[in-house]
Nanobody, 117 residues
């Protein structure tokens, strides 16, 4: 079963930037549709950004123009570049494989992003 390890979170001031990484195991990563999700305290987990095996991307409206999802299939890694961070971006961030628009693998430990002045 494929597994994912998230990293790159941290503490940042509003307006700052972070780049998250999601490293995958497994032999077929290049064909996976992938997504970055986040869960803030007391809220449901939500999809932030997705990228297909072919490189097509989509974003939740609240991060459009600020976040960019990319992938490096040779490194089996998906990235989330987050710019112009806001307090409301504070959450634990997770990656997952998507199938028919839904996450299908066990969740990893995630990486915490805290935006605070």
């Amino acid at each position: 079963q494929v597994q994912f390890v998230e990293s790159g979170g941290g503490f940042v001031q509003p307006g700052g930037s972070l780049r998250l990484s999601c490293s995958a195991s497994g032999a077929f990563f290049s064909i996976y549709d992938m997504g970055w999700y986040r869960q803030a305290p007391g809220k449901q987990r939500e999809l932030v950004a997705g990228i297909t095996g072919g490189g097509t991307t989509n974003y939740v409206d609240s991060v459009k123009g600020r976040f960019t999802i990319t992938r490096d299939n040779a490194k089996k890694t998906v990235y989330l570049q987050m710019n112009s961070l806001k307090h409301e971006d504070t959450a634990a961030y997770y990656c997952n494989r998507r199938l028919a628009g839904r996450p299908i693998t066990a969740w990893g430990q995630g990486t915490q992003v805290t935006v605070s002045s």
